[in-house]
């Protein structure tokens, strides 16, 4: 069981580049989600998805989109990357309505110059 | 929305002395409230949580009171160690699916 695993660790773009930020769990989870982390400011809510074909806008939506087309998979996709993005994106799934316990990847360290 | 605040952002014990951390929520409908430990460079994990239908929950040296009228919860942790040492977030939910984070609490346990 690998848990929830996310790709890249590390990623460097230039304003106005777009890139997807994938997210797996082999859990069979219902509930997924992606965070962004900034210093000072715990964790935001991007958006989340509560099973494959639905996703719905969290906190901080702007400038990311999202999509579900299997119950493993919950990519976050980048449209046109700004320096405001530069953060610590993580992932994380929960079984759904019998647990609320969520499941964190190992993040991704990305930066925008 | 919902919004929660923490504090204190830092705290600083000494090793054996407890430690307690607040939050407070702002939506009465809140009702799963999540406590997460989160070391330098790793991702946030589950220490312990609570259900709006429960005062208090406790496991070994880590326990949540929470008060539903007041809209407060807090996390204790008696005879701290180093490894304790970590930043610490709390959280509140409503259905389970959309969860408002608190701004953090960097803990450290002084040898």
């Known amino acids: 069981n690998a848990g929830v695993t996310q790709t890249p660790k590390f990623q460097v773009l230039k304003t106005g580049q777009s890139m997807t930020l994938q997210c797996a769990q082999d859990?069979?989870?219902?509930?997924m989600s992606w965070y962004r982390q900034d210093p000072g400011m715990g964790l935001r809510l991007i958006h989340y998805?509560?099973?494959?074909?639905?996703?719905d806008q969290g906190e901080v939506p702007n400038g990311y989109n999202v999509s579900r087309s299997t119950t493993e998979d919950f990519p976050l996709r980048l449209l046109s990357a700004a320096p405001s993005q530069t953060s610590v994106y993580f992932c994380?799934?929960?079984?759904?309505?019998?647990?609320?316990?969520?499941?964190f990847g190992p993040g991704t360290r990305l930066t925008v110059t | 929305g919902e919004n929660v605040e923490q504090h204190p952002s830092t705290l600083s014990v000494q090793e054996g002395d407890s430690a307690v951390i607040k939050c407070t929520y702002s939506?009465?409908?809140?009702?799963?409230f999540p406590w997460y430990k989160q070391e330098l460079g790793k991702r946030p994990q589950l220490i312990i949580d609570?259900?709006?239908?429960?005062g208090e929950k406790k496991d070994q040296r880590i326990a949540v009171t929470l008060n539903k009228t007041a809209k407060h919860f807090s996390l204790h942790i008696t005879e701290t160690q180093p490894e304790d040492s970590a930043v610490y977030f709390c959280?509140?939910?409503?259905?389970?699916?959309?969860?408002?984070f608190g701004t953090g609490t960097s803990l450290t346990v002084i040898p």
């Open positions: 959280a509140a939910s409503i259905t389970g699916n959309q969860f408002y």
């Open positions: 859990m069979n989870h219902e509930y």
């Open positions: 939506d009465s409908a809140s009702n799963y």
């Open positions: 609570i259900r709006s239908n429960v």
């Open positions: 994380a799934s929960s079984p759904g309505t019998a647990t609320y316990e969520q499941y």
């Open positions: 998805s509560v099973g494959a074909g639905i996703t």
